[in-house]
């Protein structure tokens, strides 16, 4: 029965390596988007400790899987595993969710131009479409949990969303604004490496 159970572990362990591999995955980004450390990860692809139902289910979960593939005996690379196909569907939403947001603004802006509302500001809502859409980047790479993309998000949506505000205000100071921009991506880059810090250390 030991035996059994430490074999089990084993081959749990190489599925997980395989899957996350053909993820494009590292053990620290596999780790993160778990909420484990990567010496977690790395414990349970050597065999030496399993992680719970709970932790199988959402790991089978991101690769489209089964729980009973991360069982699996069989070799993992034969099966029709299509990891590419899930990123093509993120990368489909995001792209279809931003270009909403511009179809709506080039609508407003052609209403706009019908009726003659503001007719020397209307440009300024393709202005505004472009924090809008870095917000949709911000809530979809916090929910995919891809850091890096999600620092960059921030960091342009608060560049973006100042610029927006200077261009619609016809003051000549209102460009000082800038100053809260620089503090700002400061601590959007000091909270996301403390977060992933936190994460990592996370058994």
């Known amino acids: 029965m030991e035996q059994n159970y ?8 190489k599925n997980i390596a395989e899957y996350r591999k053909l993820a494009g995955l590292s053990q620290i980004d596999f780790a993160e988007k778990l909420n484990y450390s990567d010496k ?5 692809e050597r065999g030496e400790s399993l992680p719970d139902i709970v932790v199988l289910k959402q790991i089978a979960d991101m690769f489209e899987i089964t729980v009973n593939d991360l069982l699996s005996y069989k070799d993992i690379k034969k099966k029709k595993v299509d990891i590419k196909k899930l990123l093509h569907n993120k990368i489909f939403v995001l792209t279809l969710s931003v270009g909403l947001v511009w179809l709506v603004m ?10 003659n509302i503001l007719p020397n500001h209307s440009w300024l809502l393709f202005v505004y479409a472009v924090p809008i859409g870095f917000i949709i980047c911000v809530v ?13 998000s921030e960091s342009l949506l608060v560049w973006t969303l100042v610029l927006s505000l200077c261009l619609s205000v016809p003051y000549g100071r209102i460009w000082y604004l800038f ?4 503090p700002l991506q400061i601590l959007i880059i000091i909270w996301n490496i403390m977060k992933w810090k936190k994460h990592k250390t996370l058994i």
């Open 6 to 13: 430490d074999e089990l572990k084993t081959q749990i362990g």
């Open 40 to 44: 977690a990860v790395s414990k349970w």
């Open 106 to 115: 080039t609508v407003f802006f052609a209403l706009a131009l019908v009726f």
């Open 140 to 152: 979809f790479f916090a929910l995919w949990k891809y850091r890096l993309l999600l620092t960059v």
């Open 179 to 182: 100053l809260i921009s620089i």
